[in-house]
């Protein structure tokens, strides 16, 4: 994801209350070259300095067999809303949408439970 500077946010507390806050995320991976995706809610906890993602894909859901093989992304998405130029003080600008999101990556790893 393009993030200016201006709008780069860095600090892990505010992303992890940002992902808890809005924690129904979409789950993107690669399966057999294509991109796929789940929309699911996760739980989003802090062990060592180290930020996890837990949630549940459905056993018939394909996109849990390439879990341990390549890196996942998780899109966690907040408000948006649209600008107008109208609401600058320059006139020369352009129209924008703004929003905010946490894009969290990293490779997701199956957990069997035996019930």
């Known amino acids: 994801m393009y993030i200016p500077n201006a709008f780069r946010e860095d600090d892990i507390e ?27 809610p996760l739980v989003v906890t802090v062990q ?22 390549g ?9 948006h809303a649209y600008i107008s130029p109208s609401l600058y003080e320059k006139q020369e600008n352009v129209p924008t949408w703004n929003y905010i999101a946490v894009h969290a990556s990293g490779v997701p790893q199956v957990i069997y439970y035996p019930w």
Not at 14 to 40: C, E, G
Not at 71 to 79: D, K, R, S
């Open 14 to 40: 505010k992303l992890v209350a940002f992902m808890r806050a809005n924690s129904f995320a979409t789950l993107v991976s690669i399966l057999n070259d294509v991109p796929v995706a789940s929309h699911i």
């Open 48 to 69: 060592n300095n180290v930020v996890k993602l837990s949630g549940h894909l459905a056993k018939p859901n394909p996109q849990w067999q390439v879990f341990g093989v």
């Open 71 to 79: 890196e996942a992304l998780a899109v966690f998405t907040g408000p």
